[in-house]
C-alpha cells in the first residue's frame, strides 16, 4: 500500500526555521523524484522544491524560497526533508510531499508528473 505522510509543521514566528519530513512506504522510494508543494488559503497548490532521484540529488526550487529553503533526501530512511529558514508570513501553506513519476530524469515542477502525494502538514507564519 503506498503511503507518505509528512510532519513538522506547525505555527512560527516570522523569521524561525522549521523542519518538514515526509515518510513513505509501499513502493520504491529511491527511484522517484520527490517534491514539496505548497496550498496557501484561497490559492492554488504550488510548486515549492525538488530532488532527483539517483546519485548527485539534484534540487530545484521556486524562486521566492531559494536561499531559505533546502530538500534533502535519505534514501536508506525513505524520507525526504525540507529544511524551512527565515520564514515568512507568506510562507502559510499547508506543505504537501508527493513522488513524481519513477526514474523522470528531471525535476518536475508540475503536478500532473506526481504520481503519489501526502495529506499535508500546515506551516502558518504569524507574529
Known amino acids: 500500500q503506498v503511503y507518505l505522510a509528512e510532519s513538522g509543521g506547525g505555527l512560527v514566528q516570522p523569521g524561525d526555521s522549521l523542519r518538514l519530513s515526509c515518510v513513505a512506504s509501499?513502493?520504491?522510494?529511491?527511484?522517484?523524484?520527490m517534491g514539496w508543494f505548497r496550498q496557501a488559503p484561497g490559492k492554488e497548490r504550488e510548486f515549492v522544491a525538488v530532488?532527483?532521484?539517483?546519485?548527485?540529488?539534484?534540487?530545484a526550487y521556486t524562486d521566492s524560497v531559494k536561499g531559505r529553503f533546502t530538500i534533502s533526501r535519505d534514501n536508506a530512511k525513505n524520507t525526504v526533508y525540507l529544511q524551512m529558514h527565515s520564514l515568512k508570513p507568506e510562507d502559510t501553506a499547508v506543505y504537501s510531499c508527493?513522488?513524481?513519476?519513477?526514474?523522470?530524469?528531471?525535476?518536475?515542477?508540475?503536478?500532473?508528473?506526481?504520481?503519489?502525494w501526502g495529506q499535508g502538514t500546515q506551516v502558518t507564519v504569524s507574529s
Open positions: 508527493a513522488a513524481a513519476t519513477r526514474y523522470l530524469p528531471n525535476l518536475p515542477k508540475v503536478q500532473n508528473e506526481y504520481v503519489y
Open positions: 509501499g513502493w520504491n522510494f529511491d527511484s522517484h523524484p
Open positions: 530532488v532527483s532521484w539517483g546519485v548527485g540529488a539534484h534540487t
